[in-house]
Each structure stands twice: as structure tokens, then as C-alpha cells.
């Protein structure tokens, strides 16, 4: 895509699909041509990244062509190619005017969007963390509302702890901590968490993440008395009382507190 060869109105997925099925020339053939003839046309680090593949065996580059293949899978669609055949919208203009940008689709759509709407989301994000904001530069928000149900977003666990620094807070709103889990292992949501400066919870009902607020709130020290009361012999009619104070740790809520709390 760096060619000057491609005008900049066919710089567009379509474009890519069109090189990667080798509609003008065999894949090989046009990687080759990089190493030579149209050398000048590509950066060196495209060159670098690029000729590798140009020298492998024949049964190892159709094995790794196939999964190229079979990734660009969700692209060969009509409707897709013409929506992104032009853009509307330039992602560096976000820090420097005053724009909204709505990416919205239905969860059903997921299959056949997911895989751009994932592209967008990684360029923006990999944009935004090029550089601290310059002067006259404003600050972007990103709000990812149901982000369990975006699929997983590529190096999304890594990129929220940098973009903060760099004047692009991130908001994710999820159902629950266990549907993020399913998507990113949980390990890969405590670093989104960690990297949070606010944790909101909404109407919690489920147990993990009732348990985990009560943990994350902490415990509190309450007074407790013990009485003991003792008779001296089977025949006396007193006892003796004695009287035992200690502070006990419980949590500051626990989670059925939690549960039933006022709306």
C-alpha cells in the first residue's frame, strides 16, 4: 500500500484482497518484484518484512498463505469492500478538531464486522500512542460500551496502561468480570483493571464480582465482647462473670451487603 503506483483512492481493502488472490500477478511473483524492478516503491522496513516470505519453500509458504487466506476470510464481502473503499473520516484529525466518532453495529453483525471494527479500534490505538499530545492537541476519548461482545481486540490489554499517558483515557463498560475473562484469560483482565484509575460498579449480581468489590473495599475492625459466666461448684447459687473485649477484622461489606444495597 505504500506503492505510488496505487492511487490514494484505491488504498483500501479491496485493494489488498485483489494483491493477496493474485488478480494482476502470482503472489510470488509480486513479491519477488519488490527485491527488484519495483524496489524504490517500498519502504525498508516493507522490503525487510516482505522478502523472507519471497525466499521460502513452496510447502511452507502455501501452508502460511493458506492462514493468510483464511484470516482475510471475513473481508471477501460485497458490502464491506464498497464501505471501505473511501473513508469519510481521518483518525489523526481526532486530536486536533473537535470530532465524534460513532462506530456502532448490532451483536449480530459481530461476525462480519468484528474483524474490521478490530482493525479500526488497532489503528487508532496504535495512532494515539505514537506521541504525548503537542500543543493545540486535545485530549481523545475512547468509550468501549458491551466490550465483552467487541471479540478481542489486539494488544488492547497493553495499549490502555499507554494511552493514558498519552491524553487518550480509555472507558470500558462490561457486563460482568467473568465475560471479560472469556475473551482475554484473566490475567489479562487484572492488567486492564490495574491500569484503571476508577472502577464504577453498576447493579453487580454475580458472586465473583460481588466477592471481588468486597475484597477491593477492604475490612474494617468492630468491638466484640465474649462473656463468660462461671459457677464455682454444682451447689453454689452466684457465678462469676468475666468479660473479654478484642476487636475483630471483618469486611467493610461482605457480598450479600453489597447485593442488597439501595438502588
Not at 469492500?81 to 473513508?87: I, L
Not at 476487636?247 to 461482605?254: E, F, G, I, K, S
Request: charged content about 25%.
Amino acid at each position: 500500500m505504500e506503492s505510488t503506483r496505487i492511487a490514494d483512492e484505491n488504498r483500501s481493502f479491496a485493494t489488498i484482497l485483489k494483491i493477496m488472490n493474485g488478480a494482476d500477478e502470482p503472489i510470488l511473483e509480486f513479491l519477488a518484484s519488490r527485491r527488484d524492478t519495483r524496489r524504490h516503491e517500498v519502504s525498508d522496513f516493507t522490503l525487510q518484512t516482505l522478502l523472507p516470505y519471497a525466499d521460502m519453500a513452496e510447502k511452507q509458504f502455501s501452508g502460511l498463505y493458506a492462514g493468510v487466506r483464511t484470516g482475510m476470510a471475513p473481508f471477501l464481502n460485497e458490502r464491506l469492500m464498497r464501505a471501505t473503499s473511501r473513508s469519510s473520516f481521518d483518525i489523526r484529525n481526532l486530536k486536533s478538531e473537535r470530532v465524534s466518532l460513532y462506530l456502532d453495529f448490532r451483536r449480530e453483525q459481530m461476525a462480519s464486522l468484528g474483524p474490521l471494527f478490530n482493525v479500526l479500534i488497532t489503528q487508532m490505538m496504535n495512532f494515539m500512542s505514537e506521541s504525548m499530545p503537542r500543543p493545540g492537541e486535545h485530549q481523545v476519548l475512547v468509550l468501549l460500551d458491551e466490550f465483552q461482545n467487541l471479540g478481542k481486540l489486539e494488544n488492547v490489554t497493553d495499549m490502555a496502561t499507554v494511552l493514558g499517558g498519552h491524553g487518550v483515557p480509555m472507558w470500558f463498560f462490561v457486563q460482568s468480570l467473568k465475560s471479560v475473562d472469556e475473551i482475554y484469560r484473566k490475567e489479562s483482565r487484572e492488567t486492564l483493571i490495574n491500569a484503571a484509575r476508577v472502577q464504577i460498579f453498576f447493579g453487580a449480581q454475580e458472586t465473583d464480582d460481588l466477592r471481588y468489590v468486597s475484597d477491593q473495599i477492604g475490612e474494617t475492625s468492630e468491638p466484640q465482647k465474649d462473656v463468660t459466666r462461671t459457677q464455682a461448684s454444682l451447689f453454689d447459687t452466684y457465678y462469676t462473670r468475666s468479660v473479654h473485649s478484642k476487636q475483630v477484622r471483618r469486611p467493610l461489606m461482605r457480598p450479600d451487603e453489597i447485593r442488597t444495597m439501595d438502588k
